[in-house]
């Protein structure tokens, strides 16, 4: 469960990114942030992870007051939650195969157990057969499937999504999203931050609408 | 990917940053090379002069035997002396034939007559060197000349002193000159590796699973930068051996044995990598907080 209570958040030169912000994500929801650009989605994703603090107010996942982790609940924190980015933030130097190992090599894993879990998870993906081919060879779609293989192979409880289809088209976006469905099916919180209308109309989740950073609306089959 | 093949990556995608980082750590460990054999030569050679007769007296050509005799009873009527030897003209020569055997021109210029008969003079302590002197000084017979090896000393101290000055003075400069120059090479790769680290981060990756390749990649630079320098050097003492044996004949210094430059490896090496490892650690310190 993800809790925030009271939640500010102000960035150094003075902008107020989130304010009031109370929220409960419990386990295995999928939900949607949207917001126009600036309303304060990735921030809030970013709290998520503790890549940035609240300047005031309490965040917990799962129990743990995230101001109050030390380093190494950090890492483990970051480990439990999976991340995907709308820029992908692919190694352009490391295959598909190496990028999505990445995240076992990181915690230590042996060479010899990370292959099979990264073929593993490549098949549930359908990347396979693109395994062994740099980021800059792949398709938009592909790009980020690689990425969701990534956030996947650490079996996470949440997977955050942040604009994981602004670059994709149509089509491709569609396929993407029915992943974060199988995903989100097969028991893992899917927290996504999106500007699509139509994915959002048409899938009828929890839909939290940020203006400003403020919590405008908050439904439980929320359009956009 | 093995941490070792992400530091080799580091270095083999800028050859130009290595490059730079290698040169000056070559050039500061070969510094500090040439320095620490010139410090080791000086001692020994200081040394050998120290457990050598420390007054020698050339004499003059009319001096009789019994002079010199009665300069010996003298001299042991201190008892400060611990050894005296006398060389005669003979001896001289023949010690003269010893030294250069190889260059017969020179042994077909010399006879027994060109050579003087000397006295070596060696003290119980250097201190009573001064009076043992004076005494020699005041004796009426001919004597040519007195070495007084005090003074050779002296200025051989001098001089190790001032090398081991110069040394430290330089080679400290050149290795914060290093430690400075791989802080802004690794500090550079790590500006160009943001994206990289960024995504390593969100992945749950350590400070340290990051920090390492870039703490071997300055060990790296101090390994290869110190083995060079220690090649050349070496290369160049057994180049200019046979030049400074004559130079230096009869001092045993050189060649220097094997083992002494195999230390001396070790000792680059350990140096050379602390000053890697320190500028890297600086600069993850520095720049990855």
Known sequence: MIQFKNIIKKFGNGLLALSDINLVVENQEFVFITGKSGAGKTTLLRLIIRDVLPTSGVISVDGDDLIKLSGKKTLELRRK???????????????????VALALEVVGRKPKEIKPEVEKVLTQIGLLNQKDLFPIQLSGGEAQRTVIARALITKPKILLADEPTGNLDHVTSWDILKLLEEINQNGTTVIMATHN???????????????????????????? | MTLLKTAWQHIRRSPYQTLTAIMI????????????????????????????????????????????????????????????KYISKEEALAIYKEQNKDDPLLLE??????????????????KH??????IIKNEKIGIDEVVYQKDIIDSLISWTNAIRTIGVVLVGFLTAT?????????GLKIGQKKEEIEILRLVGASNWYIRKPFIFEGAFY???GSSLAWLISYGLIIYATPYLSSFLSGIPLLPLAPILMIKFLGIEILTGMSVGITGSLLAVWRYLR
């Open chain 2, 109 to 126: 210029l010399v006879t027994a007559n060109i050579l003087p008969a000397s006295l070596e003079v060696s003290a119980k302590d250097v």
């Open chain 2, 178 to 186: 290093s430690l400075l120059i791989i802080l802004m090479v690794v």
């Open chain 2, 25 to 84: 750590m070559l050039l500061t460990m070969f510094a500090a090379s040439v320095f620490l054999v010139a410090a080791y030569g000086s001692s020994v050679i200081l040394n050998y002069f120290e457990s050598k007769p420390q007054i020698t007296v050339f004499f003059k050509d009319e001096v009789k035997r019994e002079e010199i005799n009665s300069l010996e009873d003298k001299l042991k009527g201190t008892e400060k002396v611990s050894s005296l």
């Open chain 2, 222 to 224: 101090g390994f290869i």
């Open chain 1, 81 to 99: 939650v999976g991340m995907v980015f709308q820029d992908f933030k692919l190694l352009t130097d490391r295959t598909v195969f190496e990028n």
């Open chain 2, 129 to 134: 060197l001064g009076e043992l002197n004076n």
């Open chain 1, 197 to 224: 209308v139509d994915i959002v109309n048409k899938l009828k989740k929890r839909v939290v609408v940020l203006e400003k950073g403020k919590i405008k609306r908050d439904e439980k089959e929320g359009k956009y």
